[in-house]
């Protein structure tokens, strides 16, 4: 059965269509998680680990309200680190993390296992 979905969070940048195609597909609201200082108004980060060195990821402070149903939508599952920590935020933030879609995955590079834990996964086109 279909699920209601509340809103989806596109990460910066080619999350940012691939999420707000699948938004407006969906009747629903389009969050943008974005680098640090990107952002026009009041948020809150999360920083992660890449392979070469730290990021940090923000959303809008009332992007979601607790309790709403939140769906991750990207371009690429490669190592997962960004995903992960997207999905986290959204955790923290109190959403009902429903899963995450994506275009591509590269299944091996096992970033599946980093993003699983959050919810179900789901790829177009796997490699």
Known sequence: GTQQVDKVVGIDARGFIFGALLAA????GFIPARKK???PWRTRG????LEY????MEMH???IAPGEKVLLADDLLATGGTA???LKLMREMEAEVLGSVFF???GFLHGRERVEPF???RAVVTF
């Open 84 to 86: 992960g920590a997207a």
């Open 53 to 56: 060195g730290t990021a940090s």
């Open 46 to 49: 999360v920083d992660y680990s």
């Open 104 to 106: 591509i995955e590269l």
């Open 37 to 39: 200082g990107k952002l």
């Open 25 to 28: 597909r969906l009747g629903c």
């Open 119 to 121: 919810g179900p996964v």
């Open 61 to 63: 402070l009332d992007a």
